[in-house]
T-cell receptor, first 113, second 110 residues
Framework: EAGVAQSPRYKIIEKRQSVAFWCNPISGHATLYWYQQILGQGPKLLIQFQNNGVVDDSQLPKDRFSAERLKGVDSTLKIQPAKLEDSAVYLC???????????FGPGTRLTVT | KNQVEQSPQSLIILEGKNCTLQCNYTVSPFSNLRWYKQDTGRGPVSLTIMTFSENTKSNGRYTATLDADTKQSSLHITASQLSDSASYICVVSAGNDMRFGAGTRLTVKP
């Protein structure tokens, strides 16, 4: 069974630039999560999708972050414009349902200079 | 306020030794508690999941315990190997709400 795929693996941008991350969850997983993990900390939930609907985006900085999952499969997370404090690893996870085990992708390491 | 506190923040042990990592939580109402292993540059991988009625669960050399009364969990690693070097993250769920600890960074030295 293929795991959660993310791309790119690494990205370096200057502040005020835009960036987008892509996630392909495990086939059949209806629930998809995006997390931000700052160095030395645990992951922080940014947004949770159930199919193509948003379940929880309470911690998503909506003035600069956006995410979509148009067909209920792949998802993209965008930051526009980026700030220095956005430097982190962005993890995508998927699960069959909200109370089931989450499977994480390898993450995208973003460095904002 | 983080409702999941892990200790120690970091730990260095010699290969072959045992160690115990701690997780205290105030998340309520409790649904389940998971321990994840996160290798450098990779996403977390689940080690164990425990529900309210479970006191202990093993996965190879990893044994997790849960005391729901005191809201404490521990992860015991037996006969450590170099490949155990990683961050270990405790995650407590309250329904659909998942709270992550900051993790314990374990380094196993030869």
């Amino acid at each position: 069974e293929a795991g959660v795929a993310q791309s790119p693996r690494y990205k370096i941008i200057e502040k005020r630039q835009s960036v987008a991350f892509w996630c392909n969850p495990i086939s059949g997983h209806a629930t998809l999560y995006w997390y931000q993990q700052i160095l030395g900390q645990g992951p922080k939930l940014l947004i949770q999708f159930q199919n193509n609907g948003v379940v929880d985006d309470s911690q998503l900085p909506k003035d600069r972050f956006s995410a979509e999952r148009l067909k209920g499969v792949d998802s993209t997370l965008k930051i526009q414009p980026a700030k220095l404090e956005d430097s982190a690893v962005y993890l995508c996870a998927s699960t069959v349902g909200p109370t089931y085990e989450q499977y994480f992708g390898p993450g995208t390491r973003l460095t904002v200079t | 306020k983080n409702q999941v506190e892990q200790s120690p923040q970091s730990l260095i042990i010699l290969e072959g030794k045992n160690c115990t990592l701690q997780c205290n939580y105030t998340v309520s109402p409790f649904s389940n508690l998971r321990w994840y292993k996160q290798d450098t540059g990779r996403g977390p991988v689940s080690l164990t999941i425990m529900t309210f009625s479970e006191n202990t669960k093993s996965n190879g050399r990893y044994t997790a315990t849960l005391d729901a009364d005191t809201k404490q969990s521990s992860l015991h690693i037996t006969a450590s190997q170099l490949s155990d070097s990683a961050s270990y993250i405790c995650v407590v769920s309250a329904g659909n709400d998942m709270r992550f600890g900051a993790g314990t960074r374990l380094t196993v030295k030869p």
